[in-house]
């Protein structure tokens, strides 16, 4: 049978037809079609209706659109990064810090982020910014106040100074943490050296004002005797001591032991108890 060379063309006419259908078919599909995976937010591009939607964010989940349109996906998971930086304190000393700081995109702005900023927000304004609050908040201290009480203060006032520059720019900073703190090795020793002899004055201060207490409360307490033996020299008279003779004397009366009492016979005129023994 002889090949219809007509119908070999109509064929592969055919075939490119739907191919190409095939192609186009897969490529709408994978624009129309989105999903959103967990911890995302999707923003979209919308080409011929206004470009960055700031309003409408893409929930997880699938979503319909038009196939001209684009949708950025956003993380709106607490992200972690490190950093290593050095930095001056406020008498010129140079200090190597290692910090570490959380955040986020707040996801209600995400819309916005994309717009003023874009997707690489993290290495635009969220390190810049930390590592600027930084060195604005180590150079108001001294090195030795890093290794002390106040490092738990500076990390705070780091973070809301950080804090304050992210939030108007749709990032919301969850933690500021200074990891650790590195000085040339004579001024850290120098430094600890200082801090021991700061403890040691505060324990002998305690210990003294512990002493001074101490005493205090021994005064105290011998005044209270004093005020005690007082009080009770002056109410007492030969008529009480008779008087509480002769109660002694009537509850030994009630006693079973045999004994002779002889009433009024003693000096003072107390009585004078005689024992069997």
Do not use: C
Request: glycine share 6%.
């Amino acid at each position: 049978m002889a090949i219809n060379p007509t119908q070999v063309k109509r064929y592969i006419r055919i075939a490119a037809i739907g191919i190409a259908a095939l192609v186009l078919l897969i490529y709408v599909s994978s624009t129309m079609f989105v999903t959103i995976e967990s911890g995302m937010k999707g923003v979209v591009f919308r080409k011929f209706s206004g470009g960055v939607d700031k309003q409408v964010i893409l929930d997880q989940g699938f979503h319909l659109l038009a196939p001209w349109n684009t949708v950025f996906p956003y993380d709106v998971r607490i992200q972690e990064q490190t950093d290593a930086m050095d930095v001056l304190a406020s008498n010129g000393l140079d200090i190597h810090l290692d910090l570490s700081f959380r955040y986020k995109a707040i996801p209600s702005e995400v819309g916005k982020l994309h717009d003023e900023i874009g997707p690489n927000y993290a290495d635009k304004i969220v390190v810049p910014e930390v590592r600027g609050a930084t060195r604005k908040v180590i150079g108001k201290y001294l090195p030795e106040e890093l290794y002390s009480s106040k490092r738990e203060a500076i990390q705070t006032e780091i973070f809301n100074e950080t804090e304050a520059r992210l939030a108007p720019r749709h990032v919301h900073l969850d933690a500021v943490l200074i990891r650790s703190v590195r000085l040339p090795d004579k001024i850290a020793a120098a430094i600890q050296r200082k801090l021991e002899q700061e403890q040691q004055r505060d324990e002998y201060e305690f210990r003294i004002q512990k002493e001074q207490k101490e005493a205090d409360r021994k005064r105290i307490e011998a005044q209270g005797i004093k005020d005690f033996q007082d009080i009770v020299s002056q109410g007492l008279n030969s008529n009480l001591l008779k008087w509480k003779g002769i109660e002694a004397t009537q509850e030994l009366a009630k006693s079973p032991n045999s004994k002779i009492i002889v009433v009024g016979t003693g000096s003072d005129g107390l009585p004078i108890i005689l024992g069997n023994d």
